[in-house]
């Protein structure tokens, strides 16, 4: 395999996961009942809203960093509705750009490492405090889940196969 092939491989990787990200936190993230946005399991805790507006701020940087730039924005959590849509509108940006005929300009492994596991992580905190809030999302298994690359807006595919 010649590094532009694993290059290649390695990119499609990264949009590959860029899905299961969009698959993952529009789950998370449909049918969250009103009072989300603002629940708090502690006073210390982040609210639901200002973790998406925190992912949000790690799709930004992951853009940046694709530009080979490194710039970090702290952003003031808006309406959950704009957070939402700012989300998928960053996961569908951040994926143009990895289909970019030119590479990134870091290192796929530090744009994995960095945001892309962040915002993952994040996600979980999401679908955990969906279920602490009283509105539980079904389980899933995940691998048997419609994911493609390139699909990474808040519609997604169906699942195959949750459970309680």
């Given at each position: ?130 279920r602490l809030a009283g509105s539980p999302i079904r ?24 459970f309680d």
């Open positions: 395999m010649t590094t532009r092939e694993a290059g290649t491989q390695t990119i499609a990787f990264l949009r590959h996961t860029l899905a299961t990200l969009a698959y993952r936190a529009g789950k998370a993230l449909r049918g969250a009942p009103e009072s989300f946005a603002e629940f708090r399991i502690g006073p210390a805790s982040r609210t639901p809203l200002q973790i998406l507006a925190h992912m949000n701020d790690l799709l930004d940087w992951a853009r940046h960093l694709a530009k080979g730039e490194h710039v970090w924005n702290d952003s003031t959590p808006g309406a959950w509705e704009h957070e939402v849509d700012r989300l998928f509108e960053g996961i569908e940006s951040f994926d143009r750009l990895l289909a970019a005929p030119e590479p990134p300009g870091y290192p796929a492994e530090r744009l994995f490492q960095g945001p892309i596991a962040d915002a993952l992580s994040h996600t979980g905190q999401l679908a955990m405090l969906r389980g899933e298994n995940y691998s048997k889940a419609e994911i493609v690359a390139g699909r990474c807006g808040i519609e997604q595919a169906a699942p195959r196969r949750e």
